[in-house]
């Protein structure tokens, strides 16, 4: 019965979804293998200080969110379908730069690059996909998304390992490491062609001039409360979460080609909750289901670090990472429902851009502290953060109706009740 209920949420998925979805597989891949191993390669493999490895993935996160306050508007004006490509170019480029070179300047400019790539892709994707659904399919579209992207990402994590076998046939560590980022790479550019399919929709052009008038003024009472709770949310997250296989070395003197398939099945199996996500939402309501989850997954941040064997460590993380992103597309899924349509592009940039920086700034933060040898006290932190903007999160929304909440009879916009 209940997988019954999973199964019909997806049924009737328009087409354009479905190759928007296909089309985040490979990139997706891709950045399963950079951010799960990148905190390791720098440091183990190329020689990278910890501290230089924490500015790197820093500077990505601080051009994310400069490029995304200008980009989330201009895929509203110019076009989300080729802001979307121009991103997926480059996140391919630049991850082959990573494998490529130590050189500190080239490794800044290629973050500058990625985090650029990931903006464009962070304010044109939600934005893109949100057109292509009515309301009673969005929650199901930005779950089977979120699916297909964690999914990948986790594959990402996966493919790790092959670094064994190009060791196994002569190459160095080094040398493994590099021919599978730019394999990688590759395949990643070539998703390219599934984004062509997709047809971009027509909206009425935007004629203002004024940079404050192309800020999201119809949608910025809710887009500020939203911004509010995800920031603080990944303030926390940086600390710990995308320095993972760099802890498990310190923590337990696991190496990435180990520590990468655990954080990949994390991933696979975040990729299988956010299945369940809209059901979720039926049953509790969506502002609920996004609370109950985080909630959970909090407990688990602060276990973390407690077990003293890695491989229960391993499973705490996993747990915490399951419900904590099985959450994920049900709040991607509200913003796109509660701001005005000709918004999404400038909202979903703008409040990707004041996520992505607090994440960056405190992965620095993260990395300081567990090189000087405090590998608790991240998680602990991160775990009071995760309070407190869940609890300003249930303040913000509590009272939120969305529209296919709503009886048939009055859905029109989302009700709001914010205070």
């Known amino acids: 019965m209940f ?23 490979m990139p997706s891949l891709a950045y399963g293998l950079l951010y799960t191993d990148i905190s390791y390669f720098l440091t183990f493999v190329q020689g990278v200080p910890a501290e230089f490895m924490g500015i790197v993935i820093a500077v990505m996160g601080v051009a994310t969110f400069v490029a995304s306050m200008f980009l989330g508007v201009a895929a509203d004006i110019y076009g989300r379908k080729n802001m979307l490509i121009i991103g997926n170019v480059l996140a391919s ?10 050189n500190p300047l080239l490794l800044l400019a290629a973050a500058i690059l990625q985090g650029i790539s990931e903006a464009a892709i962070l304010a044109s994707s939600s934005a893109l996909l949100a057109e292509k ?54 395949t990643s550019l070539a998703s390219t062609i599934l984004m062509l399919k997709v047809k971009e929709s027509k909206r009425p052009k935007k004629t203002k001039t004024t940079i404050s008038d192309l800020l999201p003024t119809k949608s ?62 039926k049953k509790f309501g969506l502002i609920k289901a996004i609370v109950i989850t985080q909630t959970v997954s909090t407990v688990f941040m602060f276990a973390t670090p407690i077990p003293a064997s890695f491989a229960w460590a391993g499973v705490v993380y996993s747990i915490r990472a399951l419900l904590m992103n099985m959450s ?14 000709d918004e999404r592009g400038a909202a979903s940039g703008i409040s990707g851009a004041l996520w992505r920086l607090p994440n960056a700034l405190s992965t620095g933060a993260g990395a300081w502290l567990m090189g000087i040898g405090l590998l608790h006290e991240p998680f602990y932190l991160a775990g009071v ?35």
């Not at 480029?93 to 130590?102: D, E």
């Not at 060791?167 to 730019?182: D, K, Q, R």
């Not at 997250?237 to 180990?258: E, H």
């Open 3 to 25: 997988i019954t209920k999973v199964v019909s949420s997806y049924s009737g998925m328009p087409k354009e979804a479905k190759y928007l979805t296909l089309a985040s597989v």
């Open 93 to 102: 480029v630049t991850l082959s730069v990573f494998a490529i070179t130590t």
């Open 133 to 186: 659904v009515d309301n009673e399919k969005r929650n199901s579209a930005f779950s089977l998304y979120s699916f297909a992207q964690s999914f990948a990402y986790g594959v990402g994590g996966f493919v790790i390992s092959a670094v064994l076998v190009f060791e196994h046939i002569g190459f160095t560590e080094a040398e493994s490491h590099i021919i599978l980022y730019v394999l990688v790479s590759v």
């Open 220 to 281: 910025r009472d809710v887009l500020i409360k939203y911004i509010i709770t995800g920031a603080i949310v990944a303030f926390g997250a940086g600390l710990v979460v995308p320095l993972m296989t760099y802890w498990f070395s310190v923590r337990y003197g696991i190496s990435d080609k180990i520590s990468g398939p655990l954080v990949a099945v994390s991933s696979l199996l975040i990729a299988f909750a956010t299945l369940v996500a809209p059901v979720l939402a």
């Open 328 to 341: 994920s597309p049900l709040s991607q899924s509200m913003i796109m429902g509660l701001v005005a349509e």
């Open 385 to 419: 953060l995760y309070i407190v903007s869940i609890a300003l999160f249930w303040i913000y929304f509590r009272k939120v109706r969305m529209p296919e909440e709503e009886p048939l009879a009055v859905r029109t916009r989302p009700k709001l009740a914010l205070k």
